[in-house]
């Protein structure tokens, strides 16, 4: 078990450009989420797949954000002309689903976005 | 709205001391209720968690918590904490069901005096 992964940790990118990050769930975990968490503050939900459907966005998703996980494995969140405010980590968590035992959510190490 | 609260944004205590880390929630039934721990620059680490059945459970590292329903509480307590205990800490809760998102608290971050 190799837990959860993410990729790039840290990204600084200029006001306006595209970024994607990726996100490997633990090897059959059919549910993925995302988080976005500013300094001194808990992680807020973005969204949710369960295997490659995405059943749950939040309205801090706005229009300059996708998330796909297309083969039900790993997932990308694109940020399309970002904003300074945009600066946050983001964190990826995957959970088993109703056939396991339990429902904790289990997370990467997240990836810093800097948008200067 | 489904909300879990931490009063307390930072506590300081001395090393071997006990701890109590406070968290309040507010959901129209009981949710599953979890404790996690972030170091600086990580993601977050599961402590423990509530899901029903027995009120205090204990998780790794030696901390438990206690689910309390009279007062919408799930405090997080160690006995003697460690200068390895530092980080932030949040409470988070979820309808139960479990297929939904975690709602968390702001956060509150230990400090260990030595």
């Known amino acids: 078990d190799t837990g959860v992964s993410q990729d790039p940790r840290h990204k600084i990118t200029k006001r306006g450009q595209n970024v994607t990050f990726r996100c490997d769930p633990i090897?059959?975990?059919?549910?993925l989420y995302w988080y976005r968490q500013t300094l001194g503050q808990g992680p807020e939900f973005l969204t949710y797949f369960q295997n490659e459907a995405q059943l749950e966005k939040s309205r801090l998703l706005s229009d300059r954000f996708s998330a796909e996980r297309p083969k039900g494995s790993f997932s990308t969140l694109e940020i399309q002309r970002t904003e300074q405010g945009d600066s946050a980590m983001y964190l990826c968590?995957?959970?088993?689903?109703?056939?396991?035992?339990?429902?904790?959510?289990?997370f990467g190490p997240g990836t810093r976005l800097t948008v200067t | 709205a489904q909300s879990v609260t931490q009063p307390d944004i930072h506590i300081t205590v001395s090393e071997g001391a006990s701890l109590e880390l406070r968290c309040n929630y507010s959901?129209?039934?009981?949710?599953?209720l979890f404790w996690y721990v972030q170091s600086p620059g990580q993601g977050l680490q599961l402590l423990l968690k509530y899901f029903s059945g027995d009120t205090l459970v204990q998780g790794i590292k030696g901390f438990e918590a206690e689910f309390k329903r009279s007062q919408s509480s799930f405090n997080l307590r160690k006995p003697s904490v460690h200068w390895s205990d530092a980080a932030e800490y949040f409470c988070a809760g979820q309808p139960g069901g479990g297929a939904q998102k975690l709602v968390f608290g702001q956060g509150t971050r230990l400090t260990i005096n030595p």
């Open positions: 959901y129209g039934a009981t949710p599953y």
């Open positions: 090897s059959e975990h059919n549910r």
């Open positions: 968590a995957s959970s088993p689903g109703p056939q396991g035992s339990s429902y904790e959510q289990y």
